[in-house]
């Protein structure tokens, strides 16, 4: 067999014509891209006036002293509302507490989806049932959703109490609303009611893709459900399960609504459940600091990104490894297969 | 061939890349535009000289009020059409927690969608400091109108609308669990004293001798200044400098939370209770048996399935070290600054101050009236005889200490308590620390 000589391919050369085609064709090509360009160019500007304009007015806004209470001169102030971010703790708490609702938020909610999503996949009787009854927090708006848990944990009238209490957990009435810890467990557990359906909706939908016949050689090959589970299913559905942890880290910062309805308007109590979404609200509207919410709202912009990054990263990293032999791949390991040709 | 006429047509029928790019540059210049414009947002009213009351207003306005009162839908907004030949182009009621920041979103983008607006005292301060509310002038003020309620729509000197009811805090009991606990159900506690220790008899059988509503910024803040004014304290002194973290401030925190964490008479719930109207509904239920509340506790507590009016009590708060003394709750109407039709709205704030309007306000709301005369008339008297409480009420101090930077210090402030509430540090510590960031926050309006 001779040996072959690696060489960087060369681009394809353009076919020419006689008489100038290739020259008429060049022409044509920059024709089609302009007229490529102007077919996209309303869905462009739309970007631009809904996506694009608002987050540089954000950015220029962030740049400035912005606090029509205190003055009507909004003067250039650089990058001032940035070094706030670093110095107020107030800022630095609401991100401790948007850390600790988003970890369990993302992480716990995407584990009990993919939990779900596994047990509905199974036969059993009012499966279909089950189904539908998965959706009722999804059809929920989000606002109905934060009265209904205050309403369900108010200390004195709650249905929570009343059932904890009936199984014997609690002795006597807790106010749950009363305190920031246990405020913002309530919230975390109003949220994830009401994520749980849609993830799960999409794991089901990941689920039924993955090959039946996949499951059947590994129990004759004598794997265990755990191990199917491991081998099989969560490898197959990997690319969702990143999109679902991209989606939800997303939606645990812009967290909002149910904080609202849950603590009268004002994140309480003592601020326990003003995560750093709801502390940008406070600061621009209730006090408003433009300038400085804009500043928070960019750096909520930046932490999406950042985690977005991160879990792809973070999903790619195996995959690296693997591909340079890095780490052990027994039989039925996970990730891709060591060429033997 | 066919590709290059397709190209040539092309071009003919739709603009060019250039024309597309100016459209575009045109679009982002315009929106570049309009957020300079914001640049001048605040100075409209700063401005502004004092509007006085004109011979006559014609045309429409658009009203945005708080949804504390019914009688303005069921009534006066025709009556005040039919008097006046005005027309009320809308009148729309907001949740008064929500109402703020869509205030402050209305001004800041000079919108003039609505021509009168709700006021109260922190409102007045700080949209009227930012120029967002039309000043008026001495003349557009009805004789008679009281000093507290007239400062709830004014700020530093400068009026900037017209009370729509007169309001304050009193101590309302329930003389039934007063009566149940061996306590004289017709005497009210005198001093801090005897209302702890009238508390602490009321207490026990799934009843608290006392509620208050501090679940939000603002009810915290509340609950405290009024156990600081019972104190003899102030929030500010005259250089307005935090003063309240005095040791009046520190006895009065201290003395609120005992009432919830040592003598256990506070209902716990008063942590979760996010308005004034859950309060009115827990002490119309018999749940509470003593709660210092706004003059709508009393039309509630009467109301039919309720207590009944031989069953509540009302008196003038106990105080601590001085007399009595109340947190002042009125509200009014101002007019926008960027309103169109400023004339006709000056009407609208007169004609709700008028004694027909104000009659009303008193027989169906519960809330006072806004002037003197009203307030002994007998009619009303006899309709609400709270009245006659805020009367003896209204001879020690009623404040509220409105001013442009009151939401950030109550943000601060109230963490502070709810945190000494909880135990979670002592009532100096969080006074000091709330202290230190309001004089920050302060210092930014110098």
Same mark, same amino acid.
């Given at each position: 067999?001779?040996?072959?000589?690696?060489?960087?391919?060369?681009?394809?050369?353009?076919?020419?014509?006689?008489?100038?085609?290739?020259?008429?064709?060049?022409?044509?090509?920059?024709?089609?891209?302009?007229?490529?360009?102007?077919?996209?160019?309303?869905? =462009?500007?739309? &970007? *631009? +006036?809904?996506? %694009?304009?608002? $987050? @540089?007015? !954000?950015?220029? /806004?962030?740049?400035?002293?912005?606090?029509?209470?205190?003055?009507?001169?909004?003067?250039?102030?650089?990058?001032?509302?940035?070094?706030?971010?670093?110095?107020?703790?107030?800022?630095?708490?609401?991100?401790?507490?948007?850390?600790?609702?988003? =970890?369990?938020? &993302? *992480? +716990?909610?995407? %584990?009990?989806? $993919? @939990?779900? !999503?596994?047990? /509905?996949?199974?036969?059993?009787?009012?499966?279909?049932?089950?189904?539908?009854?998965?959706?009722?927090?999804?059809?929920?708006?989000?606002?109905?959703?934060?009265?209904?848990?205050?309403?369900?944990?108010?200390?004195?009238?709650?249905?929570?109490?009343?059932?904890?209490?009936?199984?014997?957990?609690?002795?006597?009435?807790?106010?749950?609303?009363?305190?920031?810890?246990?405020?913002?467990?309530?919230?975390?557990?109003?949220?994830?009611?009401?994520?749980?359906?849609?993830?799960?909706?999409?794991?089901?939908?990941?689920?039924?893709?993955?090959?039946?016949?996949?499951?059947?050689?590994?129990?004759?090959?004598?794997?265990?459900?755990?191990?199917?589970?491991?081998?099989?299913?969560?490898?197959?559905?990997?690319?969702?399960?990143?999109?679902?942890?991209?989606?939800?880290?997303?939606?645990?910062?812009?967290?909002?609504?149910?904080?609202?309805?849950?603590?009268?308007?004002?994140?309480?109590?003592?601020?326990?459940?003003?995560?750093?979404?709801?502390?940008?609200?406070?600061?621009?509207?209730?006090?408003?600091?433009?300038?400085?919410?804009?500043?928070?709202?960019?750096?909520?912009?930046?932490?999406?990104?950042?985690?977005?990054?991160?879990?792809?990263?973070?999903?790619?990293?195996?995959?690296?490894?693997?591909?340079?032999?890095?780490?052990?791949?027994?039989?039925?390991?996970?990730?891709?297969?060591?060429?033997?040709? | 061939?066919?590709?290059?006429?397709?190209?040539?047509?092309?071009?003919?029928?739709?603009?060019?890349?250039?024309?597309?790019?100016?459209?575009?540059?045109?679009?982002?210049?315009?929106?570049?535009?309009?957020?300079?414009?914001?640049?001048?947002?605040?100075?409209?009213?700063?401005?502004?000289?004092?509007?006085?009351?004109?011979?006559?207003?014609?045309?429409?306005?658009?009203?945005?009020?708080?949804?504390?009162?019914?009688?303005?839908?069921?009534?006066?907004?025709?009556?005040?059409?039919?008097?006046?030949?005005?027309?009320?182009?809308?009148?729309?009621?907001?949740?008064?927690?929500?109402?703020?920041?869509?205030?402050?979103?209305?001004?800041?983008?000079?919108?003039?969608?609505?021509?009168?607006?709700?006021?109260?005292?922190?409102?007045?301060?700080?949209?009227?400091?930012?120029?967002?509310?039309?000043?008026?002038?001495?003349?557009?003020?009805?004789?008679?109108?009281?000093?507290?309620?007239?400062?709830?729509?004014?700020?530093?000197?400068?009026?900037?609308?017209?009370?729509?009811?007169?309001?304050?805090?009193?101590?309302?009991?329930?003389?039934?669990?007063?009566?149940?606990?061996?306590?004289?159900?017709?005497?009210?506690?005198?001093?801090?004293?005897?209302?702890?220790?009238?508390?602490?008899?009321?207490?026990?059988?799934?009843?608290?001798?006392?509620?208050?509503?501090?679940?939000?910024?603002?009810?915290?803040?509340?609950?405290?200044?009024?156990?600081?004014?019972?104190?003899?304290?102030?929030?500010?002194?005259?250089?307005?400098?935090?003063?309240?973290?005095?040791?009046?401030?520190?006895?009065?925190?201290?003395?609120?939370?005992?009432?919830?964490?040592?003598?256990?008479?506070?209902?716990?719930?008063?942590?979760?209770?996010?308005?004034?109207?859950?309060?009115?509904?827990?002490?119309?239920?018999?749940?509470?048996?003593?709660?210092?509340?706004?003059?709508?506790?009393?039309?509630?507590?009467?109301?039919?399935?309720?207590?009944?009016?031989?069953?509540?009590?009302?008196?003038?708060?106990?105080?601590?070290?001085?007399?009595?003394?109340?947190?002042?709750?009125?509200?009014?109407?101002?007019?926008?600054?960027?309103?169109?039709?400023?004339?006709?709205?000056?009407?609208?704030?007169?004609?709700?101050?008028?004694?027909?309007?104000?009659?009303?306000?008193?027989?169906?709301?519960?809330?006072?009236?806004?002037?003197?005369?009203?307030?002994?008339?007998?009619?009303?008297?006899?309709?609400?005889?709270?009245?006659?409480?805020?009367?003896?009420?209204?001879?020690?101090?009623?404040?509220?200490?409105?001013?442009?930077?009151?939401?950030?210090?109550?943000?601060?402030?109230?963490?502070?308590?709810?945190?000494?509430?909880?135990?979670?540090?002592?009532?100096?510590?969080?006074?000091?620390?709330?202290?230190?960031?309001?004089?920050?926050?302060?210092?930014?309006?110098?």
């Amino acid at each position: 067999m001779p040996a072959t000589t690696l060489t960087t391919p060369s681009r394809p050369h353009a076919p020419t014509a006689p008489g100038g085609g290739r020259l008429r064709r060049g022409r044509a090509e920059r024709g089609d891209r302009r007229f490529n360009l102007l077919l996209m160019a309303p869905a =462009v500007l739309v &970007v *631009l +006036a809904l996506f %694009a304009y608002p $987050i @540089g007015y !954000a950015g220029w /806004l962030s740049l400035h002293q912005w606090n029509d209470k205190i003055s009507p001169v909004h003067p250039y102030t650089g990058t001032d509302n940035y070094h706030q971010l670093f110095t107020d703790p107030a800022y630095r708490e609401a991100l401790n507490r948007t850390v600790y609702f988003s =970890v369990i938020t &993302v *992480l +716990a909610g995407v %584990a009990l989806a $993919i @939990g779900l !999503a596994v047990l /509905l996949t199974q036969q059993f009787r009012f499966r279909a049932l089950a189904r539908v009854l998965l959706l009722v927090p999804w059809a929920v708006p989000p606002v109905v959703n934060g009265i209904m848990w205050h309403l369900i944990f108010d200390g004195d009238t709650g249905i929570a109490n009343t059932v904890l209490r009936g199984l014997g957990i609690i002795d006597g009435n807790k106010q749950w609303l009363s305190s920031p810890t246990s405020a913002m467990n309530v919230l975390i557990f109003a949220e994830m009611w009401k994520l749980l359906p849609f993830l799960t909706l999409l794991f089901i939908a990941a689920l039924q893709s993955v090959p039946a016949n996949l499951y059947r050689a590994a129990s004759i090959d004598g794997a265990g459900a755990i191990r199917r589970f491991a081998f099989i299913t969560l490898p197959s559905i990997r690319t969702t399960i990143l999109f679902a942890l991209i989606v939800q880290s997303m939606w645990s910062l812009k967290v909002f609504d149910t904080i609202y309805v849950l603590t009268g308007g004002s994140g309480g109590p003592a601020g326990g459940t003003t995560t750093v979404n709801f502390f940008a609200y406070l600061t621009t509207f209730s006090n408003l600091d433009r300038g400085y919410g804009a500043a928070i709202a960019i750096s909520i912009m930046a932490l999406v990104l950042l985690i977005a990054v991160f879990w792809m990263l973070l999903f790619r990293a195996p995959s690296w490894f693997v591909a340079r032999g890095i780490g052990r791949r027994g039989p039925g390991g996970l990730g891709p297969r060591r060429r033997t040709a | 061939m066919a590709h290059h006429s397709q190209h040539t047509q092309s071009s003919h029928s739709l603009p060019s890349r250039r024309s597309a790019l100016a459209l575009g540059g045109g679009l982002i210049a315009a929106a570049g535009l309009t957020a300079c414009s914001g640049g001048s947002t605040g100075t409209a009213g700063t401005s502004a000289s004092p509007l006085a009351p004109a011979s006559s207003a014609g045309g429409s306005i658009r009203i945005l009020d708080d949804n504390t009162n019914k009688i303005f839908q069921s009534g006066v907004v025709a009556q005040f059409e039919k008097d006046t030949g005005i027309k009320v182009e809308k009148y729309e009621q907001a949740n008064f927690n929500d109402l703020h920041d869509r205030l402050a979103t209305l001004f800041s983008a000079q919108d003039s969608s609505y021509d009168v607006v709700m006021t109260w005292a922190a409102w007045s301060a700080e949209f009227g400091r930012a120029g967002w509310l039309q000043p008026l002038d001495r003349s557009a003020v009805p004789q008679g109108v009281l000093p507290a309620a007239l400062d709830a729509v004014s700020y530093g000197g400068t009026v900037y609308g017209l009370p729509k009811f007169a309001s304050a805090q009193t101590m309302f009991w329930n003389k039934n669990l007063f009566d149940k606990a061996g306590l004289a159900p017709d005497t009210a506690p005198a001093t801090w004293d005897d209302f702890v220790s009238a508390a602490k008899e009321l207490t026990g059988g799934g009843v608290y001798g006392y509620a208050a509503d501090m679940g939000n910024t603002d009810g915290a803040y509340q609950n405290f200044l009024r156990v600081l004014l019972l104190n003899g304290g102030t929030m500010y002194d005259a250089d307005n400098k935090p003063a309240f973290n005095s040791d009046k401030g520190v006895d009065a925190l201290d003395r609120l939370v005992r009432l919830l964490r040592t003598d256990k008479v506070m209902s716990p719930s008063s942590l979760q209770i996010t308005n004034s109207s859950d309060l009115n509904t827990l002490f119309a239920n018999g749940k509470a048996a003593i709660v210092f509340n706004w003059p709508a506790q009393y039309p509630v507590a009467v109301a039919q399935g309720a207590l009944g009016a031989s069953a509540v009590g009302n008196g003038i708060l106990p105080g601590i070290t001085v007399k009595s003394a109340s947190i002042d709750g009125s509200e009014g109407f101002a007019i926008n600054a960027f309103s169109q039709n400023k004339a006709a709205a000056l009407k609208w704030l007169q004609y709700v101050t008028t004694a027909p309007v104000q009659r009303e306000m008193v027989q169906k709301e519960g809330w006072f009236p806004v002037t003197t005369s009203l307030l002994q008339e007998k009619t009303v008297t006899s309709h609400l005889p709270i009245v006659s409480t805020y009367l003896q009420e209204s001879r020690y101090p009623i404040k509220r200490f409105g001013a442009p930077w009151y939401s950030d210090v109550v943000q601060q402030l109230s963490t502070g308590i709810t945190t000494a509430m909880l135990g979670r540090t002592t009532p100096k510590k969080a006074l000091d620390t709330a202290a230190d960031q309001a004089s920050a926050i302060i210092a930014k309006y110098k």
